[in-house]
């Protein structure tokens, strides 16, 4: 299914365009303008979990906000080596959202219906391009562990309310946000 893209998601990549033709020009995404792609990839993370939980969709702008960051953020990082850089993260997104295809695929096959969307598929690759392999496959994890403690925990305190489906992309993009907080710190 192909959609046109809203005002608010081009604004979005427009605005992690302008911060990383700055970076670029300035050679460096460090100080004030490292700030800024943190706040823009903040709020790309927020947009996605409100909309997952609303309607069960994860907006295309914010992904591709997600990925225009990550990718200014990881080429700059290597100024002399770009080009191999640019290799693994292509690698990266490949892997992480194709990780997330087969995954989708299999459920189907399985169970004759889709369990996961192709906007979780989408953002597993940009969510690869922001954090890389290791960092996506933490993130998952953490967003795993997350899904279970909400749905033990809606399970406990309203038995009656029968949960079929979880909002992953709302608990993957927060979780891939604070990993490349922690890579950008030299924490991970």
């Known amino acids: 299914m192909v959609r046109s893209l809203k005002a608010i998601e081009m604004l979005a990549i427009l605005a992690a365009c302008l911060v990383a033709a700055i970076a670029l020009f300035n050679g460096a995404l460090t100080g004030s303008w490292l700030l800024l792609a943190i706040v823009l990839v903040m709020a790309q993370v927020i947009r996605i979990v409100a909309q997952d939980i609303v309607d069960f969709t994860v907006p295309d702008g914010a992904v591709v906000t997600l990925a225009v960051a990550g990718a200014v953020e990881r080429l700059l990082g290597v100024q002399d080596a770009w080009q191999s850089e640019l290799l693994v993260l292509v690698l990266d997104a490949a892997l992480c959202g194709l990780s997330f295809l087969a995954v989708r695929e299999a459920f189907f096959r399985i169970k004759g219906f889709d369990g996961m969307g192709f906007g979780d598929v989408k953002l597993a690759a940009a969510c690869g391009v922001l ?30 309310l029968k949960m079929d489906r979880l909002p992953f992309g709302a608990l993957l993009a927060p979780a891939c946000w604070v990993i490349w907080l922690m890579q950008l710190w030299g924490a991970a």
């Open 131 to 160: 954090v890389g392999m290791e960092g996506f496959a933490w993130s998952v994890f953490a967003a795993s562990a997350l899904g279970l403690v909400v749905a033990l925990g809606v399970a406990l305190v309203k038995p009656e």
